[in-house]
């Protein structure tokens, strides 16, 4: 029988290229669900070569060519809580995916996460959830995926290395990377993204979220995971084990190899594959320290994962806002960093012990860093 799946953001750069994966093993794979948020003009080409059972819209429900077009809130938790549903791709971006995931885990459904906001602001509760109802986690993030696939028996490690590419300023002076425009700041030198995890790779809070979806998702202490600079992308992430093996994962940058491992899982299907690879023609991979100077957004949100309890979540919402601000022209490149500190500091540290207590305070710390932007284009 065909797994069926859902994929919520399937408009997006993780959703459109899942499609392309789920087209290649249509023996395997048959779509059950399709949500969007406002480009209707493509969902209405993915119901019409996907043939959707249920479809959602955030925005622009009456251009969707379906009889019964679910929105709201309420519309999104319905299609990923489906139990037709065998696994649901959580592709969406920023905070909307953490609610839906939890109930599709809920209601048994496996889950492939590429939303790794969800964990950041959520992970205890997530993963205490997904134990409970006998839930897998599969990780999309292709460091996450990559680690997940070099890991045996996670009671035999020692430490997660995380690589990452260092994004468009590795190389950049801090005067040029003060005066670049958002063109350049969506540049990045190695993957294809949606334009909120793009600014977040340029900064590097990027790899700060990944660190604490990483702990949460494997279990392991803030100390035992490194972050290694390494421009080429081919090893995606690596773990040592406690007698000082270490395993990596490698490829040519692709998101389509972690995105089918997590919807195949435990199998390991091809529907695209990559162009072989070859060590020679790599020939040189590069590894550094990361400069958390030039980079002080990796830093804060590596302090916000080891403080715990509410610091995660106003780190992950006023960053969310402050991205925002910047991709819509109210701030500048430099001022992200200090909008996210300013306000990561005005907030005391709280224990969070419900989603809703999650919800309240991440809405407040938005209107709080909408504020400090709004009219200030200087922070
Ligand atoms: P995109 O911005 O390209 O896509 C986001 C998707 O979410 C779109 O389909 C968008 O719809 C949809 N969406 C936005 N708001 C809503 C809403 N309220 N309800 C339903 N759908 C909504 O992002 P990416 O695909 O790049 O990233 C998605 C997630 O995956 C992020 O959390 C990111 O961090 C993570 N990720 C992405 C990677 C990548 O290579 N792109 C790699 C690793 C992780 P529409 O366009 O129709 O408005
Ligand atoms: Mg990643």
């Known amino acids: ?125 997530v993963m205490q959830e997904a134990k409970k109802h006998n839930v897998k986690i599969l990780p999309v993030d292709s460091e996450h995926s990559a680690i997940h696939q070099c890991i045996k028996n996670i009671a035999d490690v020692s430490k997660l290395i995380i690589t990452a590419s260092g994004g468009p300023f590795l190389n950049k002076s801090s005067y040029d990377m003060a005066h670049s425009d958002i063109k350049q700041v969506l540049n990045h030198p190695r993957w294809k993204m949606g334009k909120k995890i793009t600014v977040d790779s340029a900064t590097l809070m990027n790899k700060g979220l990944e660190v604490i979806e990483a702990h949460h998702l494997f279990g392991i202490d803030y100390d035992d995971i490194e972050v290694v600079i390494h421009p080429q992308s081919v090893v995606h992430s690596a773990v040592e084990y406690k007698d000082g093996s270490v395993i990596a994962q490698l490829g040519l940058p692709s998101m389509h190899i972690p995105i089918q491992y997590a919807i195949t899982y435990p199998e390991r299907l091809v529907g695209i594959k990559s162009k072989s690879f070859s060590f020679s023609d790599i020939a040189r991979l590069d590894f550094s320290k990361p400069d958390f100077g030039k980079f002080p957004c990796l830093r804060l949100a590596l302090k916000a994962g080891r403080t715990g309890g509410s610091a995660p979540v106003v780190m992950n919402a006023a960053n969310e806002e402050a991205v925002y601000a910047f991709l819509g022209g109210v701030i500048g490149y430099n001022d992200i960093y200090p909008a996210v500190e300013k306000i990561y500091n005005k907030f005391d540290i709280q224990e969070l012990n419900s989603i809703d207590e999650i919800f309240e305070l991440d809405n407040e710390v938005r209107l709080k860093t909408k504020e400090l932007l709004t009219g200030a284009v200087k922070v």
């Open 1 to 125: 029988m065909k797994r069926k799946i859902s994929i919520i953001g399937s408009t997006g750069s993780i959703g459109t290229q899942a499609l392309e994966v789920i087209e290649k093993l249509g023996d395997e794979l048959e779509v059950y669900g399709l949500a969007a948020g406002s480009n209707t003009e493509l969902l209405n080409k993915q119901i019409k070569k996907f043939n959707p059972k249920k479809v959602y819209a955030f925005k622009n429900t009456e251009n969707v060519d379906f009889n019964r077009v679910l929105t709201g809130e309420d519309g999104l938790k319905e299609l990923a809580s489906d139990r037709e549903n065998d696994i649901v791709l959580m592709a969406v971006s920023g905070r909307h995916g953490l609610k839906p995931t939890l109930a599709a885990i809920n209601n048994g459904i496996d889950i492939a996460l590429a939303n790794k906001e969800t964990l950041v602001m959520a992970g205890e509760i």
